[in-house]
């Protein structure tokens, strides 16, 4: 029988770590004159990208990150055996629009926000489990397209409350592989921490921070717990998109468990955006929002060294139109992925 | 590095097979008056499960059928590793509903009424790679909340062509273990063949069989290239629901590559209701349909030892209201599953 991987209650350890091998990042304008613009692989400046609506524009983010990241291995799409991919969008048509055109076996997922991080965790199981050689795990989000599925239609110009997030428009994709791929340093993830869903009972979908807050602490104080190690040899805790609300939510609950993160502390929303320049209130949210940070800002900082291991726990906030309509809360779920940088 | 299990073009064979140690069938009332009723573990007459409203019941058929599982094996919640989940509606709030209470590691999982293959077919990955004990794969559909979703509230009163297919309302779990349980004869996974989209330009929502055959047929053509192996050796090939029209289509494509499935096939959406009488057009439909059929006709067929293995085709037609709307065509996935009986 195979060997137990699973430590914990919540956790894998993968001793034979799945390697990053390709990883791509691209976004829109907004993002682009953003403070990570500059790490971004590509900005579009046609949130349309030549399409017809924006839901066929996210899948061409999501098309086009793809073959940057397969670009940046030197692999060709026919020797990738699955794709992990998700998006908001409902029935994930964006990954329908996007991964069209490659024709390779597809596992379709959905965690809201959290995705990047439920497809990097089943991407890296494939890989080290011997069930692929090569899985690419990509996800997006665009904001006019979470904007008429989840609120309202951007043509409305409804206001939002300071406590609203910023849907980022864009994609990241990442490359697993077995065995790492040209020179060093290397990037690998070495373990992962599945969410369970978590509902405080929040009912805002103009608070998304508040919804996820609880799921994100759920991940690192199981993680913490199932690794059995301490946050000191972590260089950074980064979550995906609670933003400047949900941030603050998050330490008070990590704090009541004696864990006190902020000194390690970053969120991908909070980076992503000038807040207050660029009037995005919170900060950044969406499944795009954390897949660009991660394969733009944090592996430029593992790759150069500055850091060394970071939990990556991208959050999401499982928001369905209908049941909030019908007076639903809205739980929250997180997944987290540590990445290691190996000389 | 662990040894290579992923074969040919689409697929995984699975030398220590994960076993199907616990399953669970429930159904609505109308399920429950068809030829199947008799086999489905439980009948609910009450489509609301008394709950406020069809998206919360819906959580209800798939918490209850998950306990069912979980007693048929003897195992406790707290056992399972990992809940592996889907269903129809937007933001997999049926699943949001229905896992919340059993606090448990969550993967979302969405492939539209190919749903209940691709969870089976990660969760036998996690458990033959060691990622966990125990998981659980579990899916259900709901005829209200998918007419309401996709097409036109219930209360309209539609009409609907032939062509049009009825969901099944109702939910079908299976927990997968690295051991059998108990006494002989036992079920596990041998195999999977992972769908990719595919897309013949069908627009008819009201026609799903169109748009699922396709995808069927590439999974069958690829499973019997890349295991090697002739159709001789199965007593069944399963599809999920293609009903009527999709079935024919799927016998042409087959044909046009020399392979004739007919004499094997069977649909889980032609078996679940007495078609005519009960007034289903062509057949039965959504992600609880196979997932049903599996757990109740399809377990007992191979318990008894009338069949010893089956290639099991849930299959999906990725119908998003907007996409449709913008006049884009409705591809197909497929996930196929190798289900054994071993003595």
Chains 1, 2 share one sequence.
Request: glycine letters at 12%.
């Amino acid at each position: 029988m195979a060997k137990i991987k699973h430590i914990g209650q919540q956790s894998v350890r993968f001793e034979e770590a799945p390697y990053i091998i390709g990883w791509g990042s691209i976004a829109g304008k907004k993002e682009g004159d953003g403070p990570l613009g500059s790490y971004i692989d590509q900005i579009e400046t046609d949130s349309m990208m030549g399409k017809d609506n924006w839901e066929a524009a996210e899948g061409e983010f999501q098309k086009k990150v793809v073959k940057i990241a397969l670009h940046r291995c030197g692999l060709n799409i026919g020797q990738i055996q699955y794709i992990v991919c998700g998006d908001l969008q409902s029935q994930l048509t964006g990954c329908v629009h996007g991964m069209m055109e490659f024709q390779r076996p597809m596992f379709g997922v959905y965690g809201a926000c959290s995705t990047m991080g439920e497809s990097m965790s089943l991407g890296a199981m494939m890989v080290n489990g011997g069930f692929a050689n090569y899985v690419v795990a990509v996800t997006s989000s665009h904001t006019e397209v979470a904007e008429r599925q989840f609120r309202y239609p951007v043509a409305y110009g409804s206001q939002k409350p300071l406590s609203a997030t910023w849907t980022v428009t864009g994609s990241g994709a990442v490359i697993l592989g077995q065995q790492p791929r040209g020179k060093g340093p290397w990037l690998k993830i070495t373990g992962v921490t599945t969410g369970k869903m978590m509902d405080f009972g929040v009912q805002d979908s103009m608070n998304m921070g508040a919804c996820m807050a609880p799921a994100a602490a759920n991940v690192i104080l199981a993680h913490f717990d199932d690794f059995d190690t301490s946050i000191d040899t972590y260089d950074k805790i980064v979550t995906g998109d609670l933003g400047t609300v949900g941030r603050d939510i998050l330490f008070e609950l990590t704090k009541t468990k004696k864990l006190d993160i902020q000194g390690k502390y970053m969120d991908c929303g909070i980076e992503i955006y000038n807040n207050e320049e660029q009037d995005v209130h919170a900060g950044g949210s969406g499944c795009g929002c954390s897949a660009v940070v991660l394969t733009s800002l944090l592996f430029r900082k593992l790759l150069s060294g500055e850091w060394k291991k970071i939990l990556f726990i991208p959050t999401g906030a499982l928001l369905s139109k209908i049941s909030f309509n019908e007076g639903n809360t809205i739980p929250g779920i997180a997944h987290g992925v540590v990445i290691e940088r190996e000389e």
